[in-house]
Every structure is written in structure tokens, then in C-alpha cells.
T-cell receptor
Framework: EADIYQTPRYLVIGTGKKITLECSQT?????MYWYQQDPGMELHLIHY???????EKGDLSSESTVSRIRTEHFPLTLESARPSHTSQYLC??????????????FGEGSWLTVV | AQSVTQLGSHVSVSEGALVLLRCNYS??????LFWYVQYPNQGLQLLLK??????LVKGINGFEAEFKKSETSFHLTKPSAHMSDAAEYFC????????????FGTGTKLQVIP
């Protein structure tokens, strides 16, 4: 069973506000990911990290930023939220090592609405 | 390079009928394959995974999938659909070493009709 936690689960904020979505995992996984998903749509990888102080942009361009100062923590920040940022954000993690095959475990998601 | 194709963005079945969700993959190395389920307003939950052992993989909630190398397929099945199976299902592919990022399909929404 995966132990990956996201807060807040639901958030409504005004345009121009700064927001940080928190994500923590207790499995000691090296790899962590942020996906963006609109309702009923496919997943888009926006950020990933293969370890502390390592962050990379994903396949979909995003105005958000991430940091990885601790193994277990991978927060995502929007400096100035816009209505186009309204979406579900899914945090995930996986372990490294040959044979792990990158089995990814997901948090329950953070629903962001920007008004 | 690797990719996944899920045939049918929407599938409807009657309660008690067979569920068949299709997934075809492309990979330059022997792949690991996954099926995930997503219920409304939740994250993705791992249903099952193929890791080069038995080609028929059993997962949670009565689902199973069969790896067919000759057809490059990994279709998900369940003999008898239940109302609680209504959800979105995602197929995914990775390489065993985990050097490549996991690639997800575009998802198939399963509707179960009473």
C-alpha cells in the first residue's frame, strides 16, 4: 500500500495568488512526479525528480515550479495563479533500481480552482 | 522509445457482462506493463502489473491481464462487471530498469449499465 499524501485536497483561490501544493511520501522513494489532469482526461507529466536537489521539467510545459530539498517532500508552487491553472494535480513516487520497473504510486490528488 | 495505445476512450457493459479493455504497447526493450484504476476525484490506484514472470497477471477486484508478446498487447479483463467497476482505467509501460519515464495511455472510461 502506498503512503503518499497531498494537501490540500481541494482549494479555491483568486487570480494572482501564490499557492503551494504539498506532497510527502513515507516510502523512501527516490523518484517523485507531478502530473496535471483535467477532468476525465489523460495525465500530463509536468515535473519530476530523481533525488534530492534534482528536478526536471516534464512533457507538458507548466508555469509551476518544484523543489526537492528532502527525499520525502516534493512541493509544487504557482507564483501567480490564473484560471487556466484550474485542474487536478497528482503527486506520485516510485523506487529506483533494476527490476523495479518504475512502479508508480499516486496520491489522492489536489483539485485547484482559480477564480 | 515506448508508447501505449488504449483502444476506445469509452466502453459500456451491462452489469454481469465481460469487461474487456484494450491496451497495445510499443517498446524497444522487454517492457513492464501496468494497469491503473481511477475513481472520481481520486488518484490512480495500481490494479496489476506485468514484470516478465507469468504472462497472465491477476490483480485486485477480480481483474486480470494477459501479456501477449506476439500481439504487443496487455488487455484487461474481468469475467463479470459490477457497478463498482465504473471508473477510468489507464494502461502504462516502462522499462525494467526504470531508466525511462513511465508512459501512460490516454485512458478508457468504463460505464456499467444496470
Amino acid at each position: 500500500e502506498a503512503d503518499i499524501y497531498q494537501t490540500p485536497r481541494y482549494l479555491v483561490i483568486g487570480t494572482g495568488k501564490k499557492i503551494t501544493l504539498e506532497c510527502s511520501q513515507t516510502m523512501g522513494h527516490d523518484k517523485m512526479y507531478w502530473y496535471q489532469q483535467d477532468p476525465g482526461m489523460e495525465l500530463h507529466l509536468i515535473h519530476y525528480s530523481y533525488g534530492v536537489n534534482s528536478t526536471e521539467k516534464g512533457d507538458l510545459s507548466s508555469e509551476s515550479t518544484v523543489s526537492r530539498i528532502r527525499t520525502e517532500h516534493f512541493p509544487l508552487t504557482l507564483e501567480s495563479a490564473r484560471p487556466s491553472h484550474t485542474s487536478q494535480y497528482l503527486c506520485a513516487s516510485s523506487e529506483s533500481g533494476t527490476g523495479s520497473g518504475n512502479t508508480i504510486y499516486f496520491g489522492e490528488g489536489s483539485w485547484l480552482t482559480v477564480v | 522509445a515506448q508508447s501505449v495505445t488504449q483502444l476506445g476512450s469509452h466502453v459500456s457493459v451491462s452489469e454481469g457482462a465481460l469487461v474487456l479493455l484494450r491496451c497495445n504497447y510499443s517498446s524497444s526493450v522487454p517492457p513492464y506493463l501496468f494497469w491503473y484504476v481511477q475513481y472520481p476525484n481520486q488518484g490512480l490506484q495500481l490494479l496489476l502489473k506485468y514484470t516478465s514472470a507469468a504472462t497472465l497477471v491477476k490483480g485486485i477486484n477480480g481483474f486480470e491481464a494477459e501479456f501477449k508478446k506476439s500481439e504487443t498487447s496487455f488487455h484487461l479483463t474481468k469475467p463479470s462487471a459490477h457497478m463498482s467497476d465504473a471508473a477510468e482505467y489507464f494502461c502504462a509501460v516502462s522499462d525494467p530498469g526504470g531508466y525511462q519515464k513511465v508512459t501512460f495511455g490516454t485512458g478508457t472510461k468504463l460505464q456499467v449499465i444496470p
